[in-house]
C-alpha cells in the first residue's frame, strides 16, 4: 500500500511539473527558473526511487527514454495521412484557388495558411486524455510505433489539459530547430562522429531511434497542425482555424505565426513573405501549407490519389545544392585573419550562381572533414554569403586532398599566428598590404564613415602610390592628388578631364561630409576587433567621447552591459597601441568629430522595448516614428517576433497587427501610441 503522504506529494509535483514544462516548452513562457524546476524534478525522482509503486508512464521522469527496442513496431493509420500537391509560384497559387473555387460553386472561403515544417510527420493518439501511441507516417497507411520515443519530446503532452473526445489522434511535424541542430553537431563532432548536412536529416533521425534514450538527449521539438480524428467528438468545431485553437486549449503547440485569410491575394503575399523571412526563424520551414478552413468544404473537395484538393504546399524555393569544391582559397580580413572561403565548380542554388562560399575556418574545415576535391552540399540562407554545409562523403573518389593553412600570410609571408582558444588564424604584420586595404575599405564603408565615391578600386589606388598609409590620411588629401589619381583611373575608360575633375570633388566633398558622423560610427570605422556596430553604439552611448573611451580600463569596459571580457581586452589594447593613438590624433586635428552629439538618449519609460509601425500614419513618417522611438530608448523593427512589445498600426495595417495579437505583442492605434509618448515625456 503507498504511502497517503507520498501519493499526494507525487501528485501534486507532477500537475507542477506538467504545468511549468508546458509554460517552457509550448507556450515559450516560464514562470520560474530552471533551478526551481529542476528542483521539482529532483523531489519527483526521489519520492519515486522511494515509492516506486508509484511510477506512471505519464510521469515526467518517464521521458528520459525507455529500454531499447529491436525492431519497430506497425501502426496502422484508421484515416490515412496524406500528403500535398505542391505549387512554386503565384501563378499556381492562384490556379489551385480558381480551381476550388470552380468546386465549391464559386462559393468563397478562407483559407489557414502554416509554415510547412521540415521534419517528420507523426501521428499521436490519445486514450482517455493519455498519450497511448505514437507513430510515424510511414507509407500513410502504416508507420512505426515509435510512442517511447515522442514520449520524451517535452512539447509533446503526456496528460491533455480539460475535457476531450475519448480517443482521438492527432497529427504534427516533429522537428529539431536550428540551434538544436548546431548543438547537436557540436556534441558530434567532440565525438568525432559524422556530421548531419541539416536540420531536417537529424530531426528524422533523432526519431527514429532504437534506443529512446538517444531521442531524449536531443533537442526535438513539435508543431501540431490537424486533429486526424476523433471517437465521441460530438461538438467539434467546424473549421480548421478553430480545430487548431481546440488543440492549443488541450496543451498542444500549435504554430503561433500561422494566419487565416479572407483572399488569396493576402495568402499570396503571406507565402511571399515567409519566402524571404524565413531565414529569421528558428527552425527550418521548407514552405506555406495552404488550407481550406472550412472543414465541410474539405470534405466536399476531398482526395485524388494521396492529395487533398481542400490543401496545397506553396513550396520555398531550393537553398542547398550540390557542387565540387575546385579549391580552398584564402582571404586577409581588416584584422588580420585568415578567411579561407570555398571555390566552387559554379552551381545554381533558388535562382543565383554561386562560385563562392564561406568555409568560417581551418578548424570548422576539418571538423566538418571538407577536402578539395569533394562534392559537397553548398547552402543559401538569407542574405548572408553562400556556406559550405559539408561533403557528399559517398561521392569521394580517393583523389581529394586535405586543406591546411599556410605557415606565412598568403599576401605578405609574415608567419602567421594562431591565438590559443581563438578559431581564426591572424596575420600579425600591420602592415600587411591585405590588412591596410579592408580597413580602409571598412572605414569608408556604409555603417561606418560612409564616404560615397571611395570605392575598392580607389582605396586600393590611394594605397598603392603611398598616398595613404593609415585611414586618417584620408583626411589629408588634396583636390589635386585626387584628381590625378582619377584621371589616371579614368585614361583606361576614355572619359574626358570634367568628369575626373567631377569625381575627384565629389570625393573630397564626401570625406569632408564624413568628419560630422556620430561617434558610434567612428568607434565602428577603427575596426577593433569584435567591435561591430551595436557594440559601437553601446560604447558612443555609455563613455560619450573617444577620449574617454581610450581612457577606460578593461574594467570600466566590462562594466557596460553587453561587453563582455573578450571585447573588453580588445578595446583596451586597442587603445594601449602607440601607432594606434597616433591615427586617432591625426584625425582629431584633422577636425573629425570624436565626440557624441549631446542629445544621448534619455532613461524613458521606452527604454528598452520594440516597436513595429505597420500602416499609415497620420501625425508621423514610419522613419520619423522609429527615430523617435529609438531617441527614447526604444527599439523599432519591421518583424513582428517574440520581443516585440508594441505595433503600432495605423491606416491598412496589413498582416502584421495580425501576427501582433497572436504573438501576444499589443496594438497600439495612433492614438494610444500618442497617448504613451505622453506618458514618457513628449509632446505628440
Ligand atoms: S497538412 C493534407 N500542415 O508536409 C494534409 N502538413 O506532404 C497534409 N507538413 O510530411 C498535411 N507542416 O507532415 C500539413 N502545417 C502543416 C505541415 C505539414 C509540415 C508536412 C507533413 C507531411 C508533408 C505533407
Known sequence: MADPVARDRVEWLREQINYHNYRYHVLDSPEISDAQFDALMQELRTLEAQHPELVTPESPTQRVGAAPVEAFGVIDHPVPLLSLGNVFNREELLAWHRRVTGLLDGRAFDMVCELKMDGLAVALVYEGGRLATGATRGDGYHGEEITQNLRTIKSIPLVIQGAAPRRFEVRGEVFLTKAGFEQLNQERARQGLPLYANPRNSGAGSVRQLDPRITAARPLDIFVYALGWAEDGAGMPATHWETLGFLKDLGFRVNPLSVRLGSIEEVASFCEEWVERRHTLPYEADGVVVKVDNLGYQQQLGVVGREPRWAVAYKFPAIQGTTRLLDIGINVGRTGSLNPYAILKP???????????????????????IRIGDVVIVQRAGEVIPEVVGPVVSRRTGQEREFRLPEGCPVCETPILRPAGEAMARCPNRACPAQGLELLKHFVSRGAMDIEGMGQA???????????????????????????????????????????????????????????RPLASILFALGIRHVGGETAELLAQRFGSLAALAAASEADLMQVEGIGPKVAASIAAYFSDEENLRIVEKL??????????????????????????????????????????????????????RKTSYVVAGEEPGSKADRARQLGAKVLSEEEFLHLLEEAGVKG
Do not use: W
Open 347 to 369: 552551381v545554381q542554388v533558388s535562382g543565383v550562381t554561386i562560385r563562392h562560399a564561406a568555409l568560417h575556418n581551418e578548424e570548422d574545415i576539418l571538423r566538418k572533414d
Open 458 to 516: 580607389l582605396c586600393a589606388a590611394l594605397l598603392e602610390r603611398g598616398l595613404v598609409k593609415d585611414v586618417a590620411d584620408i583626411y589629408y588629401l588634396t583636390a589635386e592628388q585626387l584628381e590625378a589619381l582619377v584621371m589616371g583611373q579614368n585614361k583606361r575608360t576614355g572619359n574626358d578631364i570634367a568628369v575626373g575633375q567631377k569625381r575627384a570633388g565629389n570625393a573630397i566633398s564626401a570625406i569632408e561630409q564624413s568628419k560630422a
Open 588 to 641: 582629431r586635428q584633422a577636425g573629425v568629430a570624436l565626440e557624441a552629439a549631446p542629445t544621448a538618449p534619455r532613461a524613458t519609460p521606452l527604454q528598452g522595448l520594440e516597436f513595429v509601425f505597420t500602416g499609415r500614419l497620420e501625425r508621423f513618417t514610419r522613419t520619423g516614428a522609429e527615430s523617435l522611438v529609438k531617441e527614447l530608448g526604444a527599439n523599432a523593427s519591421s518583424n513582428v517576433t
